[in-house]
């Protein structure tokens, strides 16, 4: 890498924004909650198929449930199956949060666009699953070059950072997870600017000023501060 980088309760969750009624089939929207469990019914009692977390993103499936005193919404691909999460954790986003990567496998949806996921992993790899190699005191690894720090701050998915990195879904999970959790510390601007920044330099990534060098990269890939 070229640098560093609500259990859900239905009774105690407090959303920054939410949705009810009616949305279009295909509606992309996003979670709220902090941590929030997936069900394979809309209801309270529901059998927990997964976790989605702040910042991810899925498009609606049209289902729509109200029980428990929650207006429940299906989404698709939650762990590769339709699941419900409560309206009161999700909120509208645009498409381009759920449009999906046709360079040899699909990324994480969240905070990163897709475009913007695109041109890091362009500039980390050529788009491709690295093995791991050394770099700047440790390993950097796979499609984003991640490090083993760096996997650990997201929550280390896949099992082990070598497994993870090479996977194209698990990887950008990843960075999706990582920025969710530091957006917010630094004054960061939500944006493709701050994101590539951060993946380059650290949750403060975005005030540092040798990150510069690693956006200039990442605008020659074709992104721009609003991808």
Not at 138 to 144: A, F, K, P, Q
Not at 171 to 176: D, G, P, R
Not at 200 to 222: E, F, Q, S, V
């Amino acid at each position: 890498m070229f640098g560093y980088f609500l259990i859900f309760s239905v009774i105690i969750a407090i959303a920054r924004a939410s949705i009810s009624g009616h949305i279009a089939t295909g509606t992309c929207v996003c979670v709220t909650g902090s941590t929030v469990n997936a069900r394979h019914t809309a209801s309270i009692h529901g059998h927990i198929i997964g976790q989605v977390h702040s910042g991810e993103c899925f498009k609606f499936n049209g289902g729509i449930h109200t029980a428990d005193g929650y207006t429940w919404y299906q989404l698709q691909h939650v762990n590769g199956q339709l699941a419900y999460v409560a309206g009161s954790l999700l909120q509208t986003s645009t498409a381009s949060h759920c449009s999906i990567s046709t360079r040899s496998g699909t990324y994480a949806t969240g905070l990163v666009s897709q475009h913007c996921m695109q041109c890091i992993c362009d500039l980390e790899s050529g788009c491709r699953p690295l093995d791991c190699k050394w770099d700047v005191n440790s390993n950097s690894c796979g499609y984003l070059q991640i490090k083993q720090v760096y996997w650990e701050d997201c929550g280390k998915p896949g099992g082990s950072l070598d497994a993870c990195s090479k996977d194209k879904h698990c990887a950008s999970l990843c960075v999706q997870r990582y920025m969710s959790r530091y957006i917010n510390h630094y004054g960061c601007a939500h944006n493709c600017e701050s994101y590539a920044r951060m993946h380059n330099g650290g949750p403060a990534g975005c005030k540092h000023t040798n990150t510069l060098g690693y956006w200039n990269h990442i605008k020659i890939r074709g992104c721009s501060a609003n991808s």
